[in-house]
């Protein structure tokens, strides 16, 4: 362990005066545009453009911008992350290849980060052999012991490195980050059943949540990722999923609720994450016992991410679904309290969306083959333009009940149901009450025999 702080003191040693640039060197990628990106959470933005030269040396002035990471970036899948806080940065990497072929020639900060991340996986390897030993292997055997030492001692080694770090650096960005993405120490006597819960109950024990700077990186994103994980089982039903997701949101946010900056963070992105992936129930309970810390009751005054959840509750299944009223093809206003049907399919859609297209006329040949009708449609466009709305309609031959604002995902109808994505469905009964919200054809399917629309 001591060569690593002595490399870093070595690197640190040969530094001059702090400075504003990021200075790089990419093999094979002369007189081509590499981007300059600020990375906050999983948001990223370009704030600034250069061109190598025909060496592929390129350099950027970064003065006025906070410590957090950095990417440059040449290409789609070409690209390095880096830590800026106040001092040069000067790498060379190759343009195929650039993780593995990163050398830092200066910077603190990303030799400690690049140390870190070399040793971090050595141990993480380590820890992958030795467990499953620890788990299988008869508990008498000598062999045992030392397997058991060996895995506490790779832990420990880990530990004492950062702690080491942290006192002589302790502003460091990249020590502060290592130190949040370090897990628990695990004793090595527990069981792979116990290990988990160990972890679930002991995992944000070590964090800073003051330290929201660290916003401005991966690593609160990563650790989200890291620790919901843990929940996770691809034996488990969607339902069961849920029911253990809901246990991993109200451990994370009860964690993080000592700093309202990183709690609206975490909140924000496990509300968009779960909503990604239709987790329903979890949206729901984090829409009926969080809400945004900086948000008021004021309805105007209220943020984009409090209006969401409160929408969410609105559009749980059992609740009764949000009126709409939205002009058809012929300027007609229609009402969605006003259709009399025994059950009604909204759906929201897009003409440029391959899965809405793709599913269209497998719906329509449902929607066409009821004996007696039972169910109407209300196909509500999330388009901008009349002419490739009323076109689609007319090459479908859709027959069923088709509305548009013609504001795509800023308008009204977009807005009652926090449509961010298309297809998004939802079934009602006569009442109007949301029976299902299937998320793809099959579902959809399953949701009208369930409810005997189809044979």
């Avoid at 545009?33 to 959470?41: A, H, K």
């Avoid at 309609?393 to 013609?406: T, Y």
Wanted: proline share 4%.
């Amino acid at each position: 362990m001591r060569r690593y702080l002595v490399l870093i003191i070595l690197v640190v040693s040969g530094l001059a005066k702090a400075q504003n640039t990021i200075e790089g060197t990419i093999l094979n990628h002369d007189a081509k545009t590499v981007l300059l990106i600020s990375i906050y959470g999983e948001k990223t933005k370009a704030i600034d453009s250069t061109t190598t030269d025909r060496t592929g040396k390129f350099r950027f002035s970064i003065s006025n911008r906070l410590p957090g990471m950095y990417r440059v970036q040449w290409s789609k899948e070409g690209f390095v992350d880096l830590v800026w806080n106040q001092e040069d940065v000067k790498f060379v990497t190759t343009a195929t290849n650039p993780e593995d072929s990163l050398k830092i020639i200066s910077s603190l900060e990303n030799t400690i980060n690049q140390t870190f991340l070399k040793l971090d996986r050595i141990n993480q390897s380590k820890l992958q052999l030795l467990m499953p030993v620890v788990d299988f292997y008869p508990v008498r055997d000598a062999f045992y012991a030392s397997v058991k030492q060996e895995l506490e001692y790779a832990q420990k080694s880990q530990q004492q490195y950062l702690d080491s770090l942290a006192k002589l650096y302790p502003n460091s960005f990249a020590v502060r980050a290592a130190k949040v993405l370090q897990n628990p120490f695990i004793p090595a006597g527990l069981s792979k059943e116990e290990r988990i819960t160990y972890l679930k109950q002991r995992y944000f024990e070590q964090v800073n949540f003051s330290d929201t700077a660290l916003l401005r990186s991966m690593v609160f994103v990563n650790k989200a990722i890291a620790y919901l994980s843990l929940y996770s089982n691809n034996r488990m039903s969607q339902k069961q999923l849920e029911a253990e997701f809901i246990k991993a949101v109200t451990l994370m946010l009860g964690a993080a609720s000592v700093n309202p900056v990183i709690y609206k963070f975490w909140l924000d992105y496990l509300v968009g994450g779960f909503d990604k992936y239709h987790f329903d129930e979890v949206i729901t309970y984090i829409a009926d016992n969080f809400q945004d810390p900086s948000s008021c009751e004021d309805q105007e005054r209220k943020s984009a991410l409090q209006k969401k959840l409160d929408t969410f509750k609105k559009i749980a299944v059992g609740k009764i679904a949000p009126d709409l009223d939205v002009p058809d093809v012929n300027g007609k206003p229609v009402k969605l309290s006003g259709i009399n049907s025994e059950y009604t399919l909204l759906i929201f859609y897009a003409t440029n969306c391959p899965h809405c297209v793709a599913m269209t006329p497998r719906l329509k040949e449902l929607y066409d083959k009821q004996q007696p009708k039972r169910f109407e449609v209300m196909s509500v466009s999330i388009d901008t333009s009349r002419t490739a709305w009323t076109t689609f309609v007319k090459e479908q031959k859709l027959n069923w009940i088709n509305v548009s604002d013609l504001k795509g995902f800023n308008g009204k109808s977009a807005d009652d149901y926090n449509i961010y994505a298309t297809p998004t469905m939802f079934l009602l009964d006569r009442e109007k009450k949301i029976l299902s919200k299937p998320i793809s054809l099959m579902e959809l399917e399953q949701a009208l025999r369930d409810n005997n629309l189809m044979n």
